[in-house]
């Protein structure tokens, strides 16, 4: 059954969400009706290449003139080179500020299309057809983009797509690396914002249905991001699992969703020291039942350190880390050394 959510600004609807099957290659979903664009700008990565030049075949079809740009794979398309190398296309293409680009793909060719929409011609509409459980839950939704400098996700500009488009046929068809990276994500959105979806994990592990998973893990990240879109407060929530997971993912070149795995480990680890937070092993089982991993052993712990104090979620006072008082009660609180010292101990980096 065809769902839909909405990200806000204030009241004003910034992102239409549509969860559906066999939606990607729908041109009037892209372009609807009313919406006059002469030129399309598809992006996609090497895995989603055959979902995206179907669209853009669609899209050729209904009279637009369609090119598509294939980015590097995985975290090299979220470098300035790549931008650059689209930006250039873009001025082969003669994409004006009336028209759309269009990205599809998984979480990272969505972040750096989100960057290249948002900085070319000083923005131009965007539309996401997220081709990964990780993109479809969390990275095409909230208008956050970003590039790579040395640490992740350090250049980027706020950037929200107008539409989204989630086919359920599409994630139906992952293989089930990319299922359980998504499930890291999901995973998070349940223990910052539904406790339901956390039991559903225990109960059934990635047997959960996609359907559900995607329905209950939107809702939690469209009802944060709407309540303070440019993370003044409550949307650093979202990052539960970050400040140590983007150093891991970096320093151990692991997959995001495997490092954000390895971060709810040492941010649960935190939470019992610092907000009580009593069901820290049960995370621990819940994401090793995954298959996620649940430690990051053999890295070097000032390299670690060190991409922890260049993350953005820091200010004058030091290092800020979201916790958990219970499953579903975050709070974003300052953290002395020590605490960052056990949280690193208990994914096994002393
Ligand atoms: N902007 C945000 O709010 C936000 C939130 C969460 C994560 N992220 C970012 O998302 C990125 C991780 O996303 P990801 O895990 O989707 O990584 P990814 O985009 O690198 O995709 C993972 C792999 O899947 C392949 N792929 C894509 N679609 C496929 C399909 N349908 N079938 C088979 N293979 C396919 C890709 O080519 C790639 O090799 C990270 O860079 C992370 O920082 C951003
Ligand atoms: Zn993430």
Known sequence: MARRHLITD???VVTEILVDGGIAADPSLVLPAGEERRRVAVLTQPGSHPIGTALAAALAGAGTETAVETLPDGEAAKSLAAVERVYRSLNTLGLTRHDLIVGVGGGALTDVAGFVAGTYLRGVDLVLVPTTLLGAVD??????TAVNVD???????FHHPRRVLVDLDVLDRLP????RHGA?????AGLVGDPELVDRYEAVGLAA???EVVDRAIAVKAAVVSADPGERGTRAWLNYGHTVGHAVEVAAGLGHGEAVAVGMVAAGAASAMMAGFAEADRVVDLIGSLGLPVAAPGLDPGEV??????DKKRDASGLRMTLLRAVGDPVVTAVDPATVDAALAAIGIA
């Open 176 to 179: 089930v690396t990319l299922i």
């Open 139 to 144: 990275a095409a939704i909230g208008g956050k």
């Open 209 to 211: 249905p996609l359907e």
């Open 184 to 188: 890291a994500e999901a995973l998070k």
């Open 10 to 12: 204030a009241g004003t």
């Open 305 to 310: 350190r060190r991409l922890i104090a260049l």
């Open 151 to 157: 640490g992740k996700n350090l250049a980027g500009v």
